[in-house]
């Protein structure tokens, strides 16, 4: 049955620290820990449930987002995707090691929004940081065998929402910007990590802009209403059928964690001129009775 009215699931605050742009949280299944970058604040973070410690390295750039390595992490940053080794916390953040530069379209841009595909290949898609101007300047690109394609989609605003089907055979993208906020789905070729056939899969969400997004182990889509404090799920059919409220507007992106993949993280979005008492830029955690999927480590 359909539930457009939110659920009573509770969201449960963790830690202490507000983000100004909490994006791309990572559960790192082997640390137990809970990964996620705060762009503006060019900091990585780290949230540990066993203990509850938090840890954080600061950064050259900013950070749109982030995926596993072997030894460390990969960033997309301003200039390029860039390798990070292990990190250790109480230690400064080794600097960064640029692996791949970008040729953006416009001045003023960085990386976003992005992950990996269910083979290892990592994707990541651009915006002019500006959104009032509006500009459809934004590429998605894909880092494979330690080199950037060319974009592989463009005409984007605010390249958002990427995931991918449990059997990896269906990309999802969203442009965030106000004057889009529309979702695609894309066939996805598992053997070239080409996508095509794009379409509408969610054409609008009941309230707030489409930001990022994380899958669940029945091949649903959830995806964070921005400015609705909402997280909604969406069948493989583009049906609606959960929300789930969190206590601030502005929701930025989701994940699954904890052992068995039964959290769901969500970050958030603290605007300038925010007040001083507000919870905007904190993380949330909810147990929604689904299961998630461990997130693909790139495959180099």
Known sequence: MTRT??????????????????ESPVWHPAEQAL??????????????????????????????????????????MENGIHELP???????????????????????????????????????GTMV???ALAQPHGRLYRYAAGRLDSPVD???????????????KTMYLSDSHGSRQVVWAYDYDIGTGVPHNRR??????????????????DGCYWICGNEAGRVYRYTPQGRLDRTLTVPVPRVAMCAFGEA??????????????????ALDGAVYALRPGVRGLEETAYAG
């Open 5 to 22: 009215a939110p659920d009573a699931v509770p969201a449960e605050r963790i830690g202490d620290m507000r983000c100004g742009v909490g």
């Open 35 to 76: 990964y996620w970058t705060d762009i503006p604040g060019r900091t990585l973070w780290r949230w540990r449930p066993s203990d509850a410690r938090v840890a954080h390295w600061s950064l050259p750039q900013q950070a749109g987002c982030i995926a596993m390595r072997e030894d460390g992490w990969l960033l997309a």
């Open 86 to 124: 292990e990190l250790h916390a109480g230690q400064p953040a080794p600097a960064p090691r640029q692996v791949a530069a970008v040729a953006h379209a416009a001045a003023g841009m960085r990386f976003n929004d992005g992950r990996c595909d269910r083979q290892g290949r990592f994707w990541a």
């Open 129 to 131: 940081q500006d959104m």
């Open 154 to 168: 463009d005409d984007l605003i605010v390249s958002n929402g990427m995931a991918f089907s449990p059997d990896g």
């Open 200 to 217: 509408v899969f969610i054409p609008a969400l009941p309230a707030g802009r489409p930001d990022g997004a994380a899958i669940d182990a």
């Open 260 to 277: 068995d993949l039964s959290t769901l993280f969500v970050t958030s979005i603290r605007a300038p001129g925010t007040p001083a008492e």
